[in-house]
């Protein structure tokens, strides 16, 4: 049954963590964020919350591009990680030896073993409570496409994505995930 709670309840999990990646002034910063959506598919835009107190906010706002990054189940430790530790710390590329490239429309890192990758310009910038919400036009997208099928979904036979629960807990989405098709049929 269901009962009135006292404190907010968070129900948006599980879902994708996206990985920030900004360079500003020759610092390179990725940290995680739960919080991100497309907003537009023509024109492509896409947003994501980000605390004020976190080191990458300033670092987005400064840049006014960064890159959003999908990595495969295999990176679930590095992923929180980079939700965990504070770029002004530590520089997580490094701890966690993840390589990346510059984006073709962006100076942000692009992580070499995500599968989908959108480079991103700020367009604008709002808060909302204790968040900022950094929407923006995605000038590029990259897709590992042999890792998709032919309708674009993700084959999970060749790909493990980890759907975040809370409390530093993933599942996994991979080959054993059931899979049903709700397809409805016009009615007469």
């Known amino acids: 049954m269901r009962t009135i709670q006292e404190k907010t309840v968070m129900h948006s999990y599980p879902g994708m963590v996206a990985l920030v990646t900004v360079s500003h002034n020759g610092e390179d910063n990725i940290m995680a ?7 537009s598919y023509t024109p492509p835009i896409y947003g994501v919350a980000i605390g004020r107190e976190r080191h990458t906010y300033q670092l987005l706002k ?18 929180q990680e980079a939700g965990v530790y504070s770029g002004s710390d530590l520089n997580k590329f490094k701890a966690g030896k993840m390589e990346f490239e510059r984006g073709k429309t962006t100076n942000a890192p692009i992580l070499k073993e995500a599968y989908v990758v959108y ?9 909302y ?4 919400w950094f929407t923006a036009e995605i000038t590029t997208f ?6 998709f099928n032919e309708k674009g979904l993700p084959d999970f036979e060749k790909l493990s994505i980890p759907l975040y629960l809370g409390r530093s807990l993933y599942a996994v989405m991979d080959e054993t995930v059931k899979i049903e098709d709700h397809v409805v049929k016009e009615k007469k």
């Open 33 to 39: 964020a739960g919080w991100h959506s497309y907003i």
């Open 62 to 79: 400064e840049a006014g591009e960064f890159a959003i990054n999908f990595l495969p189940a295999q990176y679930a430790d590095f992923i």
């Open 119 to 127: 480079e991103c310009k700020t367009i604008d910038v709002n808060s």
């Open 129 to 132: 409570g204790d968040h900022d």
């Open 142 to 147: 990259y897709r590992d496409e042999k890792l």
